[in-house]
């Protein structure tokens, strides 16, 4: 399956003010057709959110942000939605991915697992986030935009079917923009997370059965489906 035109990590990137990483998740093409945009962001930590940014996120519509982070990593870093009065309306949900680091094995696949295994019922409740009423637009966000993210993301964009060199594309592709912005500590690796999706796949047998048993409802995927993809758009092989 071909990539659309324009669908590409770097088409897809957003100016947010005082916001790194920030890509949008509409246009790339799934099974069930193309992901509108304007829906979901990925970003990087909401910290330095400027005036400017504020007001982009509010004429986007932005009605959840979603923080993926660690109690301490907020303490240190606080989201900065609340301080500006065009963003009063959006809704901040705390998701930890992990409450700590402490036995995550120090090599990328290992790390990847210990997040499949800690991170699974923060990602099927991202998902009902997203499926919510008021979910849309929304932000999914971690410290860099890179890991917890990464990983949330992609099974994301693994359940719409959008096909495995798309989303490895759209994985890596933060490692060049936080490496412009000499924020990138460490890499992520393509093989890290095509592990992690092995993983869900080879216990669930798919991301769906991985939803499901992080209890997300199918009314919750069906709803989250028929908002997220354009019903006049097809895939191609």
């Known amino acids: 399956m071909s990539i659309n035109e324009g669908s590409s990590p770097e088409a897809r990137a957003i100016h947010i003010s005082g916001v790194l990483n920030v890509r949008d998740l509409g246009g790339l093409t799934g099974e069930q057709g193309t992901i509108r945009k304007g829906l979901i962001l990925r970003t990087a930590g909401l910290e330095d959110l400027t005036e400017e940014g504020a007001q982009a996120l509010a004429d986007l519509g932005l009605r959840t942000v979603i923080d993926l982070r660690t109690q301490e990593e907020r303490e240190e870093a606080p989201d900065r939605i609340s301080q500006w009065p065009q963003l009063s309306g959006v809704r901040e949900v705390w998701l930890p991915f992990v409450t700590d680091w402490e036995g995550s094995p120090d090599t990328p696949i290992g790390s990847y697992l210990f997040m499949v295994e800690r991170g699974a019922k923060a990602i099927g409740?991202?998902?009902?986030?997203?499926?919510?009423?008021?979910?849309?637009?929304?932000?999914?966000?971690?410290?860099?935009?890179?890991?917890?993210?990464?990983?949330?993301?992609?099974?994301?964009?693994?359940?719409?079917?959008?096909?495995?060199?798309?989303?490895?594309?759209?994985?890596?592709?933060?490692?060049?923009?936080?490496?412009?912005?000499?924020?990138?500590?460490?890499?992520?690796?393509?093989?890290?997370?095509?592990?992690?999706?092995?993983?869900?796949?080879?216990?669930?047998?798919?991301?769906?059965?991985?939803?499901?048993?992080?209890?997300?409802?199918?009314?919750?995927?069906?709803?989250?489906?028929t908002a997220l993809i354009d019903p006049a758009s097809t895939a191609h092989g």
């Not at 890179?146 to 994301?156: F, I, S, W």
């Not at 959008?162 to 890499?187: G, M, R, W």
């Open 125 to 225: 409740a991202v998902f009902e986030q997203l499926a919510a009423a008021d979910g849309l637009p929304a932000i999914i966000h971690c410290a860099a935009g890179k890991d917890r993210t990464g990983l949330t993301v992609a099974v994301l964009q693994s359940w719409l079917g959008v096909p495995s060199d798309a989303i490895e594309a759209d994985f890596i592709v933060s490692n060049e923009i936080l490496a412009a912005h000499d924020a990138l500590k460490y890499p992520a690796h393509a093989s890290a997370l095509a592990a992690a999706l092995a993983e869900i796949g080879g216990v669930h047998g798919d991301v769906a059965g991985f939803l499901a048993a992080q209890g997300v409802s199918a009314a919750a995927l069906d709803s989250l489906r």
